[in-house]
């Protein structure tokens, strides 16, 4: 074999198959390092600190990770803080309500399953509110018109008294069933006892269905009223609602535990118009229950100037056992136009738990022909039926009840002074 042929033979037999080989080999390496080789990814749409008020809450933490993650909680935070829930890209923690003065953390760790990689975060829960009501309206440019609480002067008094102390800060005590001959004229409706939790002196509201049965100012037909209101005078405009004015409503009432309302209407406070487009009422806290004492519930219910502007129940489902033999304070903020504000944030006292806090805009909180809206107080409920005769009682399973008032105040802002009527 010549040279030249020992050449091509070689190539042939030795280096091609060796070349062959080789590029094999090195297809089958990489595919195997591509499938062994993840690299991890793990992130949080939140780095450091979560900052939670003090009320029960929960919250969702984002995660973005390609491999299955488990959550871990500081061991020493299991009794107020806790997983919810998860999906493939979502945490839900739950906190339970702090009760301490002080505020208090808990460490979160998301671990990836498969690697050595993890990211972690604070919990931060806020101590209990200290004051009842966070929110200062003096400090918020509004100013005090008038405030009113009890007074032992009035211990043993009746009716008539009652409604002369009131009527030195702006109130009055006029619609109730002592004010008709026709009537319970002879019932009490009206105390004023001295109460240990707050220290002072409240007002106690009673209104009766058997075997007395209390009217409405004379009128047994289909509804009873016991009820406190703002005065309407030139005089007392300064606690009235009048055109474009901003008010601030604060006091405190207690239910006391057993308290039965009805699928017919409770209102115990209306905003409510004095002129003008009067029937219903703006504003209502209302009572509600079915007829066999079962599903009893705290209200807020809107009534705009025309059926199109109403916002109905704003506020629905809140337990009346929240309030039961509890005082708690009211907080209630409204700007009277017609595309107006309101908010209303009501604190149990005992434990400074939030019970409502709820605001709007753009709501309609005027009435047509109107110069005033009063602020009412009381027990105002329906018996469920028109009576068909004097003998006859409710349908809707009410029976007597009473409720307690106290440590009112009143505020004002952009006040109106000479308010005119305006529709």
Same mark, same amino acid.
Request: aromatic share 10%; charged share 25%.
């Given at each position: 074999?010549?040279?030249?042929?020992?050449?091509?033979?070689?190539?042939?037999?030795?280096?091609?198959?060796?070349?062959?080989?080789?590029?094999?080999?090195?297809?089958?390496?990489?595919?195997? &390092?591509?499938?062994?080789? @993840?690299? %991890?990814?793990?992130?949080?749409? =939140?780095?450091?600190?979560?900052?939670?008020?003090?009320?029960?809450?929960? #919250?969702? @933490?984002?995660?973005?990770?390609?491999?299955?993650?488990?959550?871990?909680?500081?061991?020493?935070?299991?009794?107020?803080?806790?997983?919810?829930?998860?999906?493939?890209?979502?945490?839900?923690?739950?906190?339970?309500?702090?009760?301490?003065?002080?505020?208090?953390?808990?460490?979160?760790?998301?671990?990836?399953?498969?690697?050595?990689?993890?990211?972690?975060?604070?919990?931060?829960?806020?101590?209990?509110?200290?004051? %009842?009501?966070?929110?200062?309206? =003096?400090?918020?440019?509004?100013?005090?018109?008038?405030?009113?609480?009890?007074?032992?002067?009035?211990?043993?008094?009746?009716?008539?008294?009652?409604?002369?102390?009131?009527?030195?800060?702006?109130?009055?005590?006029?619609?109730?069933?002592?004010?008709?001959?026709? +009537?319970?004229?002879?019932?009490?409706?009206?105390?004023?006892?001295?109460?240990?939790?707050?220290?002072?002196? @409240? #007002?106690?509201?009673?209104?009766?269905?058997?075997?007395?049965?209390?009217?409405?100012?004379?009128?047994? &037909?289909?509804?009873?009223?016991?009820?406190?209101?703002?005065?309407?005078?030139?005089?007392?405009?300064?606690?009235?609602?009048?055109? +474009?004015?901003?008010q601030w409503l604060e006091w405190k009432f207690k239910i006391p535990k057993g308290f039965r309302p009805s699928t017919?209407?409770?209102?115990?406070?209306?905003?409510?118009?004095?002129?003008?487009?009067?029937?219903?009422?703006?504003?209502?806290?209302?009572?509600?229950?079915?007829? +066999?004492?079962?599903?009893?519930? @705290?209200?807020?219910?809107?009534?705009?100037?025309?059926?199109?502007?109403?916002?109905?129940?704003?506020? +629905?489902?809140? %337990?009346?056992?929240?309030?039961?033999?509890?005082?708690?304070?009211?907080?209630?903020?409204?700007?009277?136009?017609?595309?107006?504000? #309101?908010?209303?944030?009501?604190?149990?006292?005992?434990?400074?738990?939030?019970?409502?806090?709820?605001?709007?805009?753009?709501?309609?909180?005027?009435?047509?022909?109107?110069?005033?809206?009063?602020?009412? #107080?009381?027990?105002?409920?329906?018996?469920?039926?028109?009576?068909?005769? %004097?003998?006859?009682?409710?349908?809707?399973?009410?029976?007597?009840?009473?409720?307690?008032?106290?440590?009112?105040?009143?505020?004002?802002?952009?006040?109106?002074?000479?308010?005119?009527?305006?529709?």
């Open positions: 074999m010549n040279k030249k042929h020992s050449i091509i033979f070689f190539v042939i037999v030795y280096l091609i198959p060796l070349l062959g080989y080789s590029c094999n080999t090195k297809e089958v390496n990489v595919d195997n &390092e591509e499938e062994q080789t @993840v690299t %991890p990814v793990l992130t949080l749409n =939140i780095k450091g600190d979560v900052q939670i008020e003090s009320e029960a809450s929960e #919250f969702i @933490v984002t995660i973005h990770s390609n491999s299955a993650w488990t959550a871990q909680i500081e061991q020493e935070a299991a009794a107020w803080l806790s997983e919810k829930a998860t999906t493939r890209e979502s945490l839900i923690l739950s906190a339970k309500a702090n009760s301490l003065d002080e505020s208090r953390s808990a460490l979160v760790t998301i671990k990836m399953n498969k690697f050595d990689k993890f990211e972690t975060f604070r919990v931060i829960q806020k101590g209990k509110i200290n004051n %009842p009501v966070s929110d200062d309206p =003096i400090a918020l440019g509004y100013t005090l018109q008038s405030s009113m609480q009890g007074s032992s002067s009035l211990t043993d008094k009746d009716y008539t008294q009652i409604h002369n102390y009131m009527r030195q800060y702006g109130w009055d005590y006029s619609e109730h069933p002592n004010s008709s001959d026709l +009537d319970h004229k002879d019932g009490t409706h009206c105390l004023n006892i001295y109460d240990e939790t707050l220290k002072q002196h @409240v #007002f106690q509201f009673i209104s009766h269905v058997n075997p007395f049965l209390d009217g409405d100012r004379g009128k047994l &037909e289909d509804r009873q009223r016991n009820e406190m209101k703002s005065q309407t005078s030139s005089s007392w405009y300064k606690i009235n609602g009048n055109w +474009d004015e901003r017919s209407f409770c209102h115990i406070h209306q905003l409510k118009a004095q002129e003008g487009n009067n029937g219903s009422p703006l504003i209502t806290i209302t009572l509600r229950g079915s007829n +066999d004492g079962t599903n009893r519930r @705290v209200q807020v219910i809107h009534t705009g100037d025309v059926s199109a502007t109403n916002k109905g129940t704003l506020v +629905d489902n809140i %337990p009346m056992e929240e309030f039961e033999d509890e005082w708690v304070q009211v907080q209630e903020e409204v700007h009277y136009t017609h595309n107006g504000f #309101f908010r209303i944030k009501i604190i149990r006292i005992r434990d400074n738990k939030v019970l409502i806090d709820y605001s709007i805009n753009n709501i309609d909180l005027w009435r047509k022909g109107a110069t005033n809206i009063r602020n009412k #107080f009381g027990i105002y409920r329906s018996y469920g039926k028109t009576l068909s005769d %004097p003998n006859d009682r409710p349908s809707n399973g009410i029976k007597d009840e009473s409720l307690l008032l106290g440590d009112f105040y009143l505020y004002e802002k952009n006040t109106n002074p000479t308010p005119q009527p305006y529709d």
